[in-house]
């Protein structure tokens, strides 16, 4: 049984190209040049190696190839489908391949030699990217910030409560309200950080159930079940069978952020793609969502957004 077709919602950074190669027609057989040039330049000094590791388990009907190349061994994710070219795609578990069934692998592994610079210079953005991002200075500590539905609170140890609870009405929080965790003051930040973020789920599940149903109820639409996600790489994402994931680190931003993110996840409902008539239907389920999708996009999903 064929899996059903998916599409997210992810974070693309000004920098060209952002995560994806633009798909391209698989490769011909090189032909030979009439003439020959210069002696080659001398290559620039080798760049340090990206790890490549094959992830487990890998997705449903894919299969994991190596391929040497001048710089490195690449090792990726190939899947077939019926489109008609060669994508190639950094995820959260690597690079991503998808080929047309007619295609063979010799010529899959040579539009992957191809594109091995396009393909490990991407790789090695991500890599720092996450390292940047795991050296971030959060102060999981009483007195540490970090931002709730838009608004900047406060946490606050207190040993004697019994479970955490806002000081003030977690439905619209005010900047400076206290998230009070039911932790000794002397706490790590490992179990302050742990504490806090399965608050923020459990209101996330809340938040983006009720906006759901909300929504849900306007438009007619009728979904098969949704769950959050944690993905480094996806605001959210919708699949043909009607299966949407939303991750849960929306929960920073402001309502109309959230509204926008499960307004796109669900106009992928009527259009599993992003033409203009996806964005119409966008617009129709969330007018003037323009301006949450601007401020979404300068985001990481592994990151707090700053207040």
């Not at 290559?43 to 490549?52: E, Q």
């Not at 459990?202 to 109820?217: H, I, K, T, V």
């Not at 389920?285 to 300068?298: C, Q, T």
């Amino acid at each position: 049984m064929a899996s059903p077709e998916q599409l997210e919602l992810r974070f693309e950074p000004d920098w060209p190209a952002a995560q994806r190669e633009p798909v391209r027609q698989p490769p011909a057989p090189p032909r030979d040049p009439q003439g020959a040039g210069p002696g080659p330049v001398s290559p620039p000094p080798a760049a340090a190696t990206v790890a490549t590791p094959r992830p487990d388990p890998l997705p449903p009907g894919a299969r994991w190839r190596v391929v040497s190349t001048d710089q490195q061994d690449i090792g990726f994710v190939l899947l077939r489908s019926r489109r008609r070219t060669i994508g190639f795609v950094i995820t959260d578990d690597g690079l991503r391949v998808t080929a047309p069934n007619w295609v063979t692998l010799a010529q899959v592994d040579d539009a992957v030699r191809e594109k091995s610079r396009w393909i490990l210079a991407k790789l090695r953005e991500w890599q720092a990217r996450k390292e940047q991002l795991a050296m971030a200075d959060t102060r999981w500590q009483a007195g540490g910030q970090l931002p709730y539905l838009g608004k900047r609170i406060v946490l606050g140890l207190a040993a004697d409560c019994r479970q955490p609870f806002l000081s003030g009405d977690a439905n619209a929080p005010r900047d400076g309200d206290t998230l009070w965790l039911p932790l000794p003051a002397d706490a790590s930040s490992a179990r302050v950080r742990d504490a806090a973020q399965s608050w923020l789920q459990q209101r996330a599940d809340a938040w983006f159930g009720a906006r759901l149903a909300y929504f849900l109820q306007r438009t007619g639409l009728k979904i098969r079940r949704w769950r959050l996600s944690s993905a480094a790489t996806r605001w959210g994402s919708c699949t043909s069978d009607g299966s949407i994931m939303l991750n849960w680190r929306l929960i920073h931003f402001a309502p109309d952020i959230i509204d926008y993110v499960i307004a796109h996840e669900l106009a992928h409902l009527r259009e599993m793609n992003h033409s203009q008539n996806f964005w119409t239907e966008v617009g129709n389920i969330l007018p003037g969502f323009e301006s949450a999708k601007d401020v979404l996009r300068r985001y990481d999903p592994a990151s707090l957004p700053l207040l």
